[in-house]
């Protein structure tokens, strides 16, 4: 570590010169006129309590933001023009806060740094120089091809770190890298960083942190409060301004009066138990598989009635698994679980009206503010209606959250979150608290009063705490700690106790001997971190001297990981496919124009030979089935109504007679007329049949008179002589397929990324809105080729319906189509934020104007109003023109080059929409 | 058992603040039940309208240029001459639906009583005017051919009439059909939208875990999924009926409004439970996305909405009995055109409590399991 130098800021230039910079989200004002300049090669840490503006501030430094009122010149330009952004995106890094936000969870740790170094343009070998002396330098080396879903939590940030510092930064920004990470990866993550900055000492690197131990560390402090700098300094300095003998002392000297407020040293008064054998929890060789792994190995404990358990251990050791089995939320394999004595159930209500349950992520709803949270789980908890508003009251109090109960937690920064999750865990008064990592992301002030809340809980109520956590000063304030690793409790005992039997100074140092020694993996590599990088010189060929409109590579790249993503998730790529021939299946033969099997009756009044003969006509073609005879008109009207018969045949009295002496009798038609096309098909049928009897009677019975037709007419049914349905609708169900599912998959993907957190990454590197969605789209495109394939042959299988023209030119089509369809997707996906969104737009959008206004049943030219007029632009309908005609029609692309160069003029205007409309910066 | 009423109804109510809360599903909710509906609804042509039809006149008398004349909007287009070898391109580019030759000395042909022939060319990819286009040129050709026959003085007269009543929709206007089959397909598919996605966005954000170490069961969280989605879902539906359908459409009903609700929500406890079950099977969005697909389109092409059920093959008939949407176009037609009541609607309200309740328990049975693997 660099020895904190003077606080002379003049040594060079300003790395970040900020002058009255302002954001707000809404109605909150996030940073408050913030002016600041950050001295360059510096560790700089920026630290205050949660909800003071940290976090924007360094969304703004990064560009991720857009800026709102000030001026803010990051490495020497404004962040407010874009060539700027451009330009000094490949030079800053920037990881976001949480727990691997910027990584993808599916994708191994190769495939991440792979992303990413391909982002930066680095070429093959330079890759694989940079991947390996990263991953080694820390430890990540022996865990590339795990996915990073599957790393604990201080593994993924250190590969966040790797991926952050793959394109040799010139500054570092790092949103509370270590919160929710083990003392021993937090130790392991800061010597890392001291390595990098060894290496490479003119980089400047700025961390918001909550650890008062590492804030010690930094070369210079920058001090926020309520959206405004409270001072500046080294550590030195503040110390010496305030005081105070430690960091977090003087914090909270720093803040206002009002703040500090009742904050005192927490004591923890002695455990006084009466009763040894008034047993709260207990756990006996509680096992828990997953496959072949082993989440939790045999770990068994007795918690006493308000005890404060601690449980210790690196993320992903099976803290959270002990716990959900703990609280019925799994089962475990093996072994059991008891509360106050009786076994843990999933389904007993009592024994969870007693819990208090607080998860590691933000387990909320984001769509209810703060009040009406604690309102819903209130309630749920069945608190009296008359008490629920003191209490919340009192909740909001006592975890300082009256300012923002109006607000909604999703524009909360995390520790106000945590405290809001509290709230929610502890508002009907449990006897049991479980508690997940509560104070993780939770600024000093409100971890203390937090355990002043638990430390009252448990001695004054009796309740028992089962509590993880990463920090050591409250592991200590716990009346027992277990510690855990890779599964297996290693030693369960008062903390004193503890570190006298490791002989250590202090917990940390006993926890992580004992998880040393429990290791065999060596932690880093420490020959591999020394040698400098023999290519420096390779570095004026960086990214950034690449045009940045559209870059192949980057293209390239986003298209790759896209297609990996889709490989990970094969049960998502097998119901595309076989769901596309499914439906082709069941829509090919099920949607059938050929009008048959209608229901008839007949109302014959006369009951001759000759009516009888006219009944019978009707009843012996293959359109019509015939129901028993009407009795009158009451049954004709009840019949009709219950849908029993579609259609009615009177016979008047004397039909036979009348028609003997050519007096043109009247035959009564009634037609259900509910499904207009139903009743139009039978009225064509009714009038042919009724035609054809005549013709055939008057031919047979010259006395009666009649002459036949002046002229006869004579229909050819081209194209599809038999009038069939399947020849017609197995060319028209392929484009319908292959609009919605491409468009729903395409959309999916890239909000996805945005609900899930990765679209930063879109927002802080050189990705272009073009590349990146693009580079999605690629994926996609290939997919649904594929499936095009697949639905020809099956067409021509199956079907039994030929392709009498030009393949290739269908071929074509289908490609320019499908590049359309995905294409729609990613311009439904630009404006909407949420998946469940997206996939109602996307639905709106593709199945509607798809299925009714492209000519599927009713051609264009017969539609009218907005119909028509989306019917004319929409891709299907030229889709629709080209697969049948060269499916049923033999065209070839000669015939068909108009709807194709439509098709082809699609492409651009709904790309070009669609990355208009996608936003590079969030606002 | 009232806390249980009222977990339901807080769960229920969080729904709700959650929906008002996005003024883009709000927005996009409003569109589909008003504007989405009035632009299927008149989009549908009225019967066959605007048929692109040509003639290929080679007897050019006035027997043959009535003929053409005949055919006029709103029905057919009017009709282009064309010469013969211009009608097979013409047809290959999909310009015409129809084309009509008229042989040369047609008319001396008709008066010499020689029954000369005219021939008609259909479009036969075009199913649905093919077939009706046929039958009302037949029509109009054998009405012109009948009065120039009578003003000819000709004997020619038919021996009996056929009188076709159409009822419940005596124009057969196509706006009062597609108007209903878009609301049910609006509803179908937004019942399954809303409580399916919510469900597996409760799961991906973990709160679906969270309300189950708290003293509520998962059948309190599915019902409360179904009644505020639910209603949801029938406020748009009374809207769009009242003030689209019938207001602005002018769509006759002549069944009961409140009979018909009663079966929307009968088909809404069906569709939403069917939403929580699928839901259950996706594991991730994406997944749930294609299910959604491959049950939707199905079930809005084959549920008898646009094309008649007893035409289609047996197996899928039966298959498409256990989708709601099929009970609901059977009552939604009898109820909305026919005035059916309750004694001839019951079975498929009965049908729809059946399908609804077991899919219901379906999901119930695997609630648990599923919140465990997401993935």
Redo the contacts between chains.
């Keep these: 570590m660099t020895t904190p130098q003077t606080g002379n800021i003049q040594s060079g230039d300003p790395i970040v010169h900020a002058a009255d910079i302002s954001l707000r989200y809404g109605k909150t004002l996030a940073l408050n006129k913030v002016s600041l300049d950050i001295p360059p090669r510096r560790m700089v840490g920026l630290i205050g309590p949660d909800g003071v503006g940290k976090s924007s501030l360094l969304s703004l430094v990064t560009g991720a933001h857009a800026m709102q009122d000030g001026t803010l010149i990051v490495l020497g330009g404004d962040m407010r023009s874009k060539a700027h952004r451009t330009k000094v995106c490949p030079r800053i890094a920037y990881m976001p806060q949480g727990l691997g936000k910027n990584l993808y969870f599916t994708l191994t740790v190769e495939e991440n740094l792979q992303f990413f170094a391909r982002l930066f343009g680095h070429n093959a070998s330079e890759r694989r120089r940079r991947i390996d002396r990263l991953t080694k330098s820390t430890g990540l080396f022996p865990f590339l091809n795990r996915p990073a879903g599957k790393l604990s939590g201080g593994m993924k940030q250190k590969l966040g770190l790797c991926c952050a510092l793959i394109h040799d930064p010139d500054l570092l920004v790092l949103d509370e890298p270590t919160t929710g990470v083990d003392p021993l990866a937090r130790r392991q993550f800061w010597e890392l960083i001291d390595n990098v900055r060894a290496e490479q000492p003119q980089m400047g690197v700025v961390v918001a942190t909550a650890y008062m131990d590492e804030a010690q560390r930094f070369d210079w402090l920058i001090a926020m409060d309520d959206g405004k700098i409270l001072d500046t300094g080294t550590p030195a300095q503040l110390l010496e301004k305030t005081g105070s003998s430690t960091l977090e002392a003087a914090f909270i000297r720093l803040l206002p009066e009002a703040k500090r407020a009742g904050h005192k040293d927490i004591v923890v008064p002695p455990l006084t138990q009466e009763d040894e054998n008034d047993i709260a929890i207990e756990a006996k060789g509680l096992t828990r598989r997953f496959g072949s792994f082993t989440a939790v190995d045999n770990v068994s404990f007795r918690i006493r009635r308000g005890e404060i358990f601690g449980f210790l251990g690196s993320n992903g050791c099976g803290k959270t698994t002990t716990m959900k089995m703990l609280?019925?939320?799994?089962p475990p394999s093996d072994g059991e679980a008891w509360l106050f004595g009786k076994s843990v159930d999933?389904?007993d209500?009592?024994v969870?009206?007693q819990?208090g349950?607080m998860?590691q992520?933000?387990?909320?709803?984001?769509?209810?503010n703060v009040r009406?949270n604690l309102q819903?789980?209130a309630?749920?908890?069945?608190i009296p209606e008359s008490e629920i508003g003191t209490r919340i009251d009192e909740m909001l109090k006592r975890f300082d959250l009256t300012g923002v109960a109006g607000e909604?937690p999703g524009s909360l920064p995390l520790g106000i979150k945590q405290r809001l999750s509290l709230a929610a865990a502890v508002i009907h008064g449990p006897q049991i608290l479980i508690l997940d990592e509560p104070t993780s992301g939770v600024d000093p002030v409100a971890r203390d009063s937090f355990w002043e809340l638990i430390i009252e809980l448990s001695r004054r109520d009796k309740v028992t705490i089962f509590i993880t956590t990463h920090f050591m000063n409250e592991a200590e304030r716990c009346d027992r700690i277990s510690m855990m690793h890779a599964g297996k409790s290693l030693a369960c005992d008062t903390p004193a106790a503890l570190v006298k039997e490791r002989g250590t100074e202090t917990l940390e140092e006993a926890f992580i001997d004992y998880l040393v020694e429990a290791d065999p993996l060596p932690p880093p590599d420490p020959v591999q971190i020394a040698p400098p990088p023999p290519a420096t010189e390779e570095k004026p060929a960086k990214s950034w001297h690449f045009p940045s409109i559209f870059n192949f590579q980057r293209w390239y790249s986003c298209c790759w990981r896209e297609n990996l993503e889709l490989l990970r998730?094969p049960?998502?790529a097998t119901?595309?496919l076989f769901?596309s021939m499914?439906?082709m299946l069941?829509?090919g033969?099920?949607?059938?124009?050929?009008?048959?099997?209608?229901?008839f009756a007949v109302l014959d009044r006369d009951q001759t030979v000759l009516s009888q003969n006219y009944a019978l006509n009707i009843s012996g073609s293959r359109y019509f089935i015939e129901k028993p005879p009407l009795l009158d008109y009451d049954d004709l009207d009840l019949r009709?109504?219950?849908?029993d018969i579609s259609m009615a045949v009177e016979l008047p009295p004397g039909?036979g007679r009348m028609?003997e002496q050519?007096l043109?009798?009247?035959?009564?038609?009634?037609?259900?007329?509910?499904?207009?096309?139903?009743?139009?098909?039978i009225?064509?049928y009714?009038?042919?049949m009724?035609s054809k009897w005549?013709i055939e009677?008057?031919s047979q019975r010259t006395d009666?008179?009649?002459?036949?037709?002046?002229?006869?007419?004579?229909?050819?049914?081209?194209?599809?002589?038999d009038?069939k349905?399947l020849?017609?609708?197995v060319p028209a169900v392929i484009p319908i397929l292959l609009m919605?599912?491409p468009a729903?998959?395409a959309a999916?993907?890239v909000v996805?990324e945005k609900?899930m957190g990765s679209i930063i990454n879109l927002y802080v590197t050189p990705l272009s809105r073009a590349e990146f969605l693009l580079g999605k789209q690629m994926p996609y495109v290939l997919f649904s080729s594929f499936s095009v394939l697949l639905l020809l042959v099956m067409a021509v299988t199956v079907f039994d319906v030929p392709i009498k023209g030009s393949v290739l030119t269908l071929l074509l089509a289908l490609l320019l189509y499908c590049i359309v369809s995905t294409g729609i997707g990613l311009l439904a996906s630009s404006v909407?934020?949420?998946?469940?969104?997206v996939?109602?737009?996307t639905?709106?959008g593709t199945?509607?104007p798809a299925?009714?206004?492209c000519?599927l049943?009713?051609?264009v030219?017969?539609?009218?109003?907005?119909?028509?007029f989306?019917?004319n632009i929409y891709p299907t309908t030229h889709m629709l023109?080209v697969s049948?005609?060269v499916f049923?029609?033999a065209?070839h692309f000669a015939?068909l080059y108009?709807p194709i160069i439509s098709l082809a003029i699609t492409v651009p205007i709904v790309l070009g929409l669609g990355i208009i409309l996608q936003k590079k910066q969030a606002s | 058992m009232l806390q249980k009423i009222k977990n339901i109804f807080f769960l229920g109510l969080k729904e709700l603040w959650g929906l008002l809360r996005d003024p883009l599903m709000m927005g996009l909710i409003l569109y589909t039940f008003t504007v989405g509906i009035y632009i299927a609804a008149t989009a549908a042509p009225d019967s066959i309208s605007n048929a692109a039809i040509a003639i290929v006149d080679e007897d050019d008398s006035p027997l043959s240029r009535r003929i053409g004349d005949a055919f006029f909007p709103p029905m057919f287009l009017r009709p282009e001459r064309i010469s013969l070898p211009e009608v097979d391109p013409a047809m290959d580019r999909g310009d015409y639906t129809f084309v009509l030759v008229i042989p040369p000395d047609f008319q001396r042909d008709v008066l010499a009583e020689r029954q000369p022939e005219i021939q008609v060319n259909v479009d036969a990819t075009r199913m649905s005017q093919a077939f009706t286009g046929n039958g009302y040129i037949q029509q109009i050709v054998m009405d012109e051919m009948a009065s120039f026959a009578n003003s000819s003085n000709l004997t020619s007269y038919l021996p009996a009439n056929i009188v076709i009543r159409n009822r419940f929709n005596p124009n057969l206007t196509r706006t009062w059909f597609g108007a209903v089959v878009e609301l049910i397909n609006n509803v179908t598919m937004l019942a399954i939208i809303l409580t399916g996605a919510a469900l597996i966005r409760e799961r991906e954000h973990g709160t679906l875990e969270h309300l189950l170490v708290m003293p509520v069961t998962p059948f309190e969280i599915m019902v409360s999924k179904v009644w505020s989605m639910g209603l949801v879902v029938m406020i748009a539906v009374a809207i769009s009926l009242s003030f689209i359908i019938r207001g602005l459409l002018q769509v006759p009903v002549e069944g009961s409004v409140m009979l018909f609700m009663m079966g929307t929500a009968l088909h809404l406890f069906a569709s939403t439970s069917m939403g929580i079950f699928l839901a259950s099977t996706a594991r991730n969005m994406p997944q749930f996305g294609i299910l959604l697909l491959l049950v939707l389109l199905p079930m809005q092409m084959l549920s008898g909405g646009m094309t008649p059920r007893e035409s289609m093959p047996e197996g899928i008939q039966w298959v498409m009995q256990l989708a709601p949407t099929t009970h609901f176009v059977e009552f939604s037609q009898a109820i909305l055109y026919r005035g059916a009541g309750l004694n001839v609607v019951w079975l498929p309200f009965l049908l729809l409590a059946v399908i609804g309740t077991v899919l219901f328990l379906i999901s119930l049975s695997r609630f648990r399991r599923s919140v465990a693997q997401i993935s």
């Design positions: 609280t019925g939320l799994l999933a389904n209500i009592k969870r009206q819990l349950y998860t992520a933000f387990s909320l709803y984001t769509e209810l009406q819903l789980y309630r749920l908890f069945r909604y998730d049960i998502r119901l595309a769901g499914l439906l069941v829509m033969f099920g949607i059938s124009m050929d009008v048959e099997d209608l229901t009709m109504r219950s849908g039909f028609l050519g043109s009798p009247d035959i009564g038609i009634w037609i259900d007329g509910a499904m207009p096309m139903r009743a139009e098909t009225q064509g009714v009038q042919g009724h005549l009677k008057v009666w008179g009649g002459t036949i037709m002046p002229a006869n007419l004579e229909t050819r049914f081209r194209y599809n002589p009038v349905s020849p017609a609708m919605m599912i729903v998959l999916l993907a996805r609900e909407t934020n949420s998946q469940i969104a996939m109602f737009l639905m709106i199945m509607l299925t009714q206004f000519g049943i009713n051609p030219t017969t539609l009218e109003g907005v119909g028509r989306i019917g023109l049948r005609g049923n029609k065209l015939d108009g």
